[in-house]
Each structure stands twice: as structure tokens, then as C-alpha cells.
T-cell receptor
């Protein structure tokens, strides 16, 4: 699997949009971009994933650049409960392919 | 959404004893489950891939005789830490993917089990 690079930490004011970047310059054509988050002392939670088109669900939006070398996860209206470590992972989309977690971005939402 | 449970949520044991952790998919079937370990302030590290009805596949550096994995049914995988020592103290997390035709490819994670070995 291709590796990803994320900032170690970020702060965002409550109610504002949180934009979390991820670089994956060595991504292959058949690899998807997945985002998970982990709230302290809990298991990771799936957020969203995409291949090349932008995606949106009830939790977040995923913007993937045209060359697919980077992406941004957007939490439109951050709340205190969004404080967590966010992991950007690239992997082929076969069901049993393992996930390789990097160090992620520690997002802190500030009241 | 798909729910994965783990039991127990936390356990404290004496050095040298064995501890079994269960991972269950509550509303879907999972032919494959994954076991991760997470030390404080570190990321998740995959330990092994658990396959229903067959032997688990272990990651490099993970002792298969120490971390016994059994995936006897489509909804249950167990991880047994044998002869636990203080260095095995960690947060153990499982994940599973819905094997059904309506399932996507995302993995769903359990809440984790915190093991403390005295």
C-alpha cells in the first residue's frame, strides 16, 4: 500500500469547518483513499472513502485532487465531539485487504 | 450501521496467565476479521488476519504461539494472549468487514479491550 503523510496535529474552532490534508503522492491507480478517526480509548470509526471523485456523506466530505496525489477531509461544522486522531489510509479496495495505519492527525476542537 | 463488539472491555491479569478476548460482528457475517494492538500514544499495528474456518495469518514479528487466534464462526473471532507478561499490556482492537452482498469494503472496528498485566 502507498504511504500517506499527514500533519501531526491541528486545532479548529468549534462551529468552523475542519480541513484535514493528506498527501499520498505514490498512490496507485487502483488504490482508494480511506479516512478513519479514533476518539481517545475507542476503536477507530470509518468516516468516508473515495477513488477519484469527491465524496460526501452525513459525516464529512472528501476532496481528492485531480492527480490523486493528495486529498482533504472536511468536517463542515466541527463540534467538540470531533476531537480525535484522524487517519488517512490508501489501499486497494479488495474486501480483505488490511489497513495500514500511520500516525494520523490529532485534531483538537477548541470551544 | 455494522456493529462489532469486544469482550471484555478491560481486563487485569497476573503475569503468566492467559487471557481470551472475543470479537463479535453483531448484525453481519464476517469471513475475515483483523486483530490490532495499540500501545500508548502510538498508532494501531496489525497483528494478524483471522479467517473463518482456517488458520490466521500473522504479521511479521508477531508470535503465533503466543497470540492464539480462533475464528470458529462467521460472527466470532477470539484472541488468546498466552502466558501474558507486562510488556503485553496494550489496547487490543478487532475489526471486521461485512461479507454479505450488501456489504461495502470498509472495515468496522470494535471498541477495544484494554489489557493490563501485573
Amino acid at each position: 500500500d502507498a504511504k500517506t503523510t499527514q500533519p501531526t496535529s491541528m486545532d479548529c474552532a468549534e462551529g468552523r469547518a475542519a480541513n484535514l490534508p493528506c498527501n499520498h503522492s505514490t498512490i496507485s491507480g487502483n488504490e482508494y483513499v480511506y479516512w478513519y478517526r479514533q476518539i481517545h480509548s475507542q476503536g477507530p470509526q470509518y468516516i468516508i472513502h473515495g477513488l477519484k471523485n469527491n465524496e460526501t456523506n452525513e459525516m464529512a466530505s472528501l476532496i481528492i485532487t485531480e492527480d490523486r496525489k493528495s486529498s482533504t477531509l472536511i468536517l463542515p461544522h466541527a463540534t467538540l465531539r470531533d476531537t480525535a486522531v484522524y487517519y488517512c489510509i490508501v489501499r486497494v479496495d479488495f474486501g480483505n485487504e488490511k489497513l495500514t495505519f500511520g500516525t494520523g492527525t490529532r485534531l483538537t476542537i477548541i470551544p | 450501521g455494522a456493529v462489532v463488539s469486544q469482550h471484555p472491555s478491560w481486563v487485569i491479569c497476573k503475569s503468566g496467565t492467559s487471557v481470551k478476548i472475543e470479537c463479535r460482528s453483531l448484525d453481519f457475517q464476517a469471513t475475515t476479521m483483523f486483530w490490532y494492538r495499540q500501545f500508548p500514544k502510538q498508532s494501531l499495528m496489525l497483528m494478524a488476519t483471522s479467517n473463518e474456518g482456517s488458520k490466521a495469518t500473522y504479521e511479521q514479528g508477531v508470535e503465533k504461539d503466543k497470540f492464539l487466534i480462533n475464528h470458529a464462526s462467521l460472527t466470532l473471532s477470539t484472541l488468546t494472549v498466552t502466558s501474558a507478561h507486562p510488556e503485553d499490556s496494550s489496547f487490543y482492537i478487532c475489526s471486521a468487514r461485512d461479507s454479505g452482498t450488501s456489504g461495502g469494503n470498509e472495515q468496522f472496528f470494535g471498541p477495544g479491550t484494554r489489557l493490563t498485566v501485573l
